[in-house]
């Protein structure tokens, strides 16, 4: 997804994404950001962890992890459920990732590919 009018990466490819919500696991907000970004559900079951990223950001008090899961299925038609922050909608090969793909995101996806599981990033 092509994200657009967030603040964040604008122009740049991501993964589905967000943040918890107040009690939910990141099982369970992965599968609420995949319905409410893609329009599919996911069977929690279904869902494979491939890799945690810390973030290190410049702006101090903004760090963040971010847990990265593979779906191999789901249910419904992936769309743009969010064209005010999205406007673009794309699958790519792993190794031809767009130019434009958010760094910590690429590096994430490449680790996976070589089976590094844990990493981090500093942007500061």
């Not at 909608?89 to 680790?111: C, D, H």
């Amino acid at each position: 997804m092509r994200r657009c009018g967030t603040g964040f990466a604008n122009g740049s490819f991501s993964t589905i994404a967000g943040h918890l919500d107040g009690g939910e696991t990141v099982v369970a907000a992965a599968v609420r950001e995949a319905r409410e970004e893609a329009g599919v559900e996911l069977d929690p079951g279904d869902l494979e962890p491939i890799g945690v990223m810390h973030r290190n950001t410049v702006e101090p008090g903004h760090e963040r992890v971010d847990f990265f899961f593979v779906a191999r299925r789901w249910r419904g038609d992936p769309t743009n459920c969010k064209p005010a922050k999205c406007d673009a909608v794309g699958w790519f090969p792993l190794e031809r990732l767009p130019q434009s793909t958010i760094g910590y995101v690429a590096k994430a996806l490449a680790n996976w590919r070589r089976g590094v599981w844990l990493d981090s990033i500093d942007f500061g």
